[in-house]
């Protein structure tokens, strides 16, 4: 059995639904869970609404809801055609009428938008688009079951970040899941479970990943693919620059640095179920399925030292600290280390000079307060609007000539300081933020120009000839197409 779980913008319409019953047919035979996410950006509309009517302000969260209703009727009547009118009345009316209870019991101050009505309220989201999708398959003959997750997904009763309780949850769903019948595809909401007393909960925003990963880690699945809008992890963030490869593979802990250098495909700690039982998760794109996207297994090919990807992080401060004597800096460096750990600031990257350190951290707002705290003898500089750039590969920290080579391909940059990241698969830089696309651009250049194709997915070109202007050269990259000029 695999997991399939697709994210809001590949539910987002009638047609993008009908994309995913494409996907979800070409893998039938793996027999699949299909766990989805509200339709596009309904569960910030819900926010919106809840919000309005607690503050009174029902003319705005009926505007709301009404909007969310009709979007919902237009798709699923989209979708269903003949059906449909009997559909909405069965699940779609009868859900906006108790939302509609709800915001009015808030409106007129009966209620309180406590966590707990506020994940009520939230949980409609995927109710409704778990239902949608799967009337649709059963329209496009994928016979689906719709489950509620609220029967399956235990947690405890923190609400809006509920806790899964991961035991009783797995005992659910291997209850339930593998005996729907090998021909079933099982349909169900991601983001929301409830407690044991039966209140519907919710595991946090974006939370529908790690509803993935526990139905794949409760049924020992093949594989979890998480299907969203892009081709996979890229060796370059594209927000900086547009010319990244696509990495086919990538280890567990490559995905995890990655992440923690600001890459935006996967949060760790989201799929950690599925990484304890070591079972591969990729990322496709919904938009282009022939993509074969990125693996993130236990052992990913490439030998140890290959850099995999250059992440990168915005808005850090780099702080310098010199002291006289240098007897003193391991205390220093103990009471700093302690003292951001009580205010739970990660420290990016260190640098140990003879007579100083140097370290970047993401929160500069409380950095005042704690260099306050430091002894006069040792003076400090302070540098903001700094970026961290970090080349991620399992072993680069431990392979001495590539912080060299680093450091040469970035001669014309004003790096700050440099080190090893804070674990042995990562090294980083830190740099002014005006610099950022062009260290990127630097460092891309020096160790992404010739690839292993084994281990990415480098740039195929295809000669096209431009109606009307001269004879271009298209570059098929990872992150989609662009024409450039022929040289
Ligand atoms: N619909 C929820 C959210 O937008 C959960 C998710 O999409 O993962 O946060
Ligand atoms: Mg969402």
């Known amino acids: 059995m695999i997991v399939m779980k697709f994210g809001g913008s590949s539910v987002e319409s009638a047609s993008a639904i009908e994309k995913v019953a494409s996907i979800v047919k070409a893998h039938q035979d793996r027999r699949p869970v299909v766990v989805v996410s509200a339709m596009g950006k309904t569960t910030d509309g819900l926010v919106a609404a809840a919000d309005h009517a607690a503050r009174g302000n029902s003319y705005l969260a009926w505007r709301q809801l009404g909007e969310l209703r009709n979007f919902h009727i237009q798709e699923a009547q989209r979708l269903l055609r003949s059906q449909a009118q009997v559909f909405i009345e069965q699940h779609i009316n009868p859900k906006f009428r108790e939302l509609h209870v709800l915001l009015t019991s808030l409106a007129e101050g009966d209620r309180q938008l406590t966590p707990e009505l506020r994940d009520e309220i939230l949980s409609y989201g995927e109710r409704l688009s778990s239902q949608i999708v799967a009337a649709a398959f059963n329209r496009l003959g994928i016979k689906a079951a719709h489950l509620d997750a609220r029967r399956l997904i235990l947690t405890d009763n923190q609400f809006t970040h509920a806790e899964p309780l991961y035991w009783e949850t797995y005992a659910k769903l291997r209850r339930t899941l593998p005996y729907l019948g090998e021909d079933t595809v099982a349909v169900m909401g991601g983001f929301i479970g409830a407690t044991e007393a039966g209140a519907t909960t919710t595991l946090g925003r974006g939370g529908s990943d790690l509803t993935a990963s526990i139905v794949g880690a409760g049924i020992c699945a093949d594989e979890i693919q998480i299907w969203t809008d892009v081709d996979g992890m890229l060796t370059c963030d594209p927000r900086v620059l547009e010319r990244g490869h696509r990495v086919r593979t990538i280890s567990y802990r490559e995905a995890e640095e990655m992440a923690r250098l600001g890459a935006k495909v996967l949060r760790p700690a989201t799929v950690a179920p599925a990484i304890r039982q070591r079972i591969p998760i990729s990322i496709r794109n919904t938009r282009r399925p022939e993509v ?65 350190v140097s370290f970047a951290i993401a929160d500069s707002a409380v950095l005042p307060e704690l260099l306050h705290k430091v002894d ?24 001495p000539s590539l912080m060299s080579r680093a450091l040469s391909a970035l001669k014309g940059i004003n790096v700050r300081m440099h080190s090893q990241g804070s674990s042995l698969s990562t090294l980083c830089f830190a740099v002014p933020e005006t610099d950022l696309p062009g260290a990127v651009e630097c460092l891309h250049r020096e160790f992404f120009s010739a690839v292993d194709p084994e281990v990415f997915a480098a740039a195929r070109e295809i000669v096209e000839v431009a109606p009307g202007a001269d004879r271009q050269r298209s570059l098929v990259l990872a992150g989609g197409s662009r024409t450039v000029p022929a040289l």
């Open 292 to 356: 074969e996207g990125t693996q993130i297994v236990a052992k990913a090919n490439g030998s140890n030292g290959t850099v995999k990807s250059i992440a990168c992080k915005k808005n850090m401060t780099v702080v310098h600290l010199d002291v006289r004597h240098v007897g003193v800096l391991p205390s220093i460096t103990e009471g700093l280390g302690s003292l951001f750990a009580r205010h739970n600031i990660t420290v990016e990257l260190v640098q140990a000079r003879p007579a100083g």
């Open 376 to 399: 006069h003898s040792v003076q400090v500089r302070v540098e903001e609007e700094r970026a961290v750039v970090g080349l991620v590969g399992e072993g680069v920290g431990s392979t």
